[in-house]
Each structure stands twice: as C-alpha cells, then as structure tokens.
C-alpha cells in the first residue's frame, strides 16, 4: 500500500450509478473505497448496508472497501459487512457496549478493525484499545452528512495520535493508519498531512468535481508539497 491513501467516500457518489462510480473514482487513482453507513439511531440520516458492500464486491470492485459504522448497535453489522467483503471496518465506541469485544470480533472475522473518535471525543478511548487497532478514524465534521465544513480543531487531535503512534514500538510490518474524514479538500488536505494522517477521506470534493482524477492528482500533490 502506498504511504498516502486518498479514501472516496461513496456518500457524495450518485447512488443510481454506484458501480460505475465506484469504478471511475479508481481509475481515477483513488485507493480506498470509504463506505459510510448511516442507522438513523446512532446519526441523523440513513444510507446502505452489507448487500450494497457485496454488491460492489460481486460487480468486480477488489480495492480496500473501507466500511465507516455510524450504526447502533455495531456487532451483529459487523458480522454482516465481513461476510459482504469489507477490509476495514470502523465504529464509534460510544456505540458499542463492549469496545475490546467489538475490535476482536472485527479481527476474528479477518477485518482490519478501526476506532472512530468524534469531533468532541477525547483520547482517551484510545488507552487499551491503540495497539489492537489498524486504523484511528478522527472525524472533521460531526458525522452524519457529507459537505460539512472542516472543523480546524482537530487537527490538533491529529497530531496528538501521531505522537503516540509514533510512540509504539510495532513489530515489522504492522501498520495503524491515521484516517481524516469530513471536509477534506484540495484546500486544506496538506495541512492534514503536515499534522500527520496518512489516509484522507473525500466525499464531496472529489465526487463533486468534473474530473476526479485531476481533484485526486491535486490532492496528492498538495500532500507531497506538506509532508515531501
Ligand atoms: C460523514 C461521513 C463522511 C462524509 C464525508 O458522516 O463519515 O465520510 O461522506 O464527506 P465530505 O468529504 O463531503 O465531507
Ligand atoms: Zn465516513
């Protein structure tokens, strides 16, 4: 995997064409696919489950499909979106009642588990669980919409888990990735990089643009002139 992931989030995609989108945004040079799903319990607003997740997997789509659990409860989605081929899966730990259990069932079940910390959510979440994960998800807007403004707060958030990422003595070869997601844009990816993330999610800044592998290429380049 590269040392940059640009994560498209499907939210901002046009549902009717799913897999073409889908389609389009990787050949674009996105690397990740980022699958929001939405309960209406546990966030405001409803969107797709697992047979959309296998869907996509059976329309030919191999790239990482990253699965964003905004839902209440989590477990028994997580049983689902395993079996319909998600490579990550996140949750909010509020959401859960059993945070450990949750990240192990997640690992049993051959995902890449992911702990998702809300705008206000604070570090603490992270003290037993970090070394467990593969993935920190840091939210830039409250979740539950696309096209939010980026709140600039968190990027004080992001450098906090980079420190203690940077912290950890990982055997060889295991990685946990610093995921952003809300508001992230041409405009402000480099700031976000510089903070220490290496996995950007982008919903509306790329699937509402007229060329996607330009906005993606940008990106990109905005990242390298942040971090080299
Ligand atoms: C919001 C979702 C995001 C959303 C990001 O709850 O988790 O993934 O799609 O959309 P943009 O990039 O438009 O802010
Ligand atoms: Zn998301």
Redesign the pocket.
Known sequence: MRDYLIAS?I??ADFARLGAEVEAVLAADADVV?F?V?DNHY?PNLTVGPLVCTSLRKHGIVAPIDV?L?VRPVDRLVEDFAAAGATFISFHPEASEHVDRTIGLIRELGCRPGLVLNPATTLECLDYTLEKLDLVLV?S????????AFIASVLNKVRAIRARLDALDLPAGREIRLEV????KIGNIGEVAAAGADMF?????IF?SDDYAQTIADMRKQITAAVG
């Open positions: 989030s939210l901002s980022h929001d939405m966030v964003h905004m939210m807007v409250n979740p539950g919409f696309g096209g939010q997601d809300g508001g992230v999610v982008a919903g509306s800044a509402g």
